[in-house]
């Protein structure tokens, strides 16, 4: 008898147990679902590069001045004049950045002719979403970079808030220069 009712025990703890965990995987589904639906609602739909009018390389190409003009990163090309530039993706699409609460990061780094790096950089950058409607650019104020790969150059830190087609402008005493990217997944 004692063995029937251990048996009826566990038979009404498994089946406690069996329904707990179908009601809590249909209701973290619902939950995810409505998660998902409430970030889709407040996010602009994403645009893709045949949308987004992509910065192409110069013609002629931009060759900054020496000691640069032997520098550059793979996969990139040199974009502005000497008085300001900055490396531009070839296929003009920064993917797969790194995701924070504030949206995808990526660093910039800018240049200019006699730029040096222990100075204070006076570069004020910012940015729009060209496709649709966003929240702004969040950027990071501009600090200086050193390295012997990149020589002497100024660093602003990213967010973009969303994905999308993004217009950045950098601007430093009377040099402006903008380029046009598309952040993807």
């Avoid at 998902?36 to 992509?54: G, T, V, Y």
């Avoid at 602003?156 to 087609?165: A, E, K, M, N, S």
């Amino acid at each position: 008898m004692q063995r029937r009712y251990s048996f009826l025990a566990i038979f009404i703890l498994a089946s406690l147990l069996a329904g707990w965990a179908a009601s809590a995987n249909a209701q973290s589904k619902e939950i995810k679902a409505a998660d998902s639906r409430a970030a889709s609602a407040n996010l602009p739909e994403q645009s893709n590069s045949a949308e987004c009018p992509l910065t192409v390389p110069q013609e002629p190409l931009f060759t900054p001045p020496s000691p640069y003009s032997d520098l550059g990163f793979k996969g990139d090309f040199w974009y502005g004049s000497n008085s300001l530039w900055t490396a531009v993706p070839q296929s003009g699409v920064w993917a797969g950045l790194p995701h924070n609460p504030e949206g995808y990061t990526q660093k910039v780094f800018w240049w200019r002719d006699g730029y040096v790096w222990n100075e204070e950089p006076d570069l004020v950058v910012t940015g729009e979403r060209l496709d649709t409607p966003a929240p702004p650019l969040i950027v990071s104020e501009a600090t200086n970079a050193y390295a012997s790969d990149i020589g002497s150059a100024m660093l602003v830190g990213v967010d973009f808030p969303t994905l999308g087609c993004w217009k950045i402008t950098g601007k430093y005493a009377d040099a402006e220069l903008s380029f046009v990217i598309l952040v993807a997944p």
